[in-house]
Nanobody
Framework: VQLQASGGGLVQPGGSLRLSCAAS????????VGWYRQAPGTKRELVAS???????NYADSVKGRFTISRDNAKNTVYLRMNSLKPEDTAVYYC??????????WGQGTQVTVSS
C-alpha cells in the first residue's frame, strides 16, 4: 500500500486544518489507519486512529478538537483539526496496520501553528 499524506501548512492558533491520507494498492488488507505526529526532540505519538469497523481512538490532548474520518470511495482517511494550538505543531504522519500485523508509513506533512 502506498500512502500519500497532504494538507499541512501554517495556521494561526485557534484555526483549522484538514489532513488527508490517500491509500493505493492492496487497501483490502488494511486493518487500522492512524495519524501520528512528531515534534522536534520528541517521540512520535499517536494522534488518532480508525479501524475498518469504524472505531476511533484519540490521544487525550486532541479529544474534542480533532476528528478522524474516512471516505471509502476515495480510499482516503482525513484528520480534521480544529482549535489548533501551538503545541500541535509537528510533522504529521499517516500509518496503516495490516491484518497480518505489519505496518507502513506515509511521508510526513508539516503542521505549524503560530501567530
Amino acid at each position: 500500500v502506498q500512502l500519500q499524506a497532504s494538507g499541512g501548512g501554517l495556521v494561526q492558533p485557534g484555526g483549522s486544518l484538514r489532513l488527508s491520507c490517500a491509500a493505493s494498492g492492496s487497501i483490502f488488507s488494511i486493518k487500522i489507519v492512524g495519524w501520528y505526529r512528531q515534534a522536534p526532540g520528541t517521540k512520535r505519538e499517536l494522534v488518532a486512529s480508525i479501524t475498518t469497523g469504524g472505531s476511533t481512538n484519540y490521544a487525550d490532548s486532541v479529544k474534542g478538537r480533532f476528528t478522524i474520518s474516512r471516505d471509502n470511495a476515495k480510499n482516503t482517511v482525513y484528520l480534521r483539526m480544529n482549535s489548533l494550538k501551538p503545541e500541535d505543531t509537528a510533522v504529521y504522519y499517516c500509518n496503516v496496520v495490516y491484518f497480518g500485523g505489519e505496518s507502513s508509513w506515509g511521508q510526513g506533512t508539516q503542521v505549524t501553528v503560530s501567530s
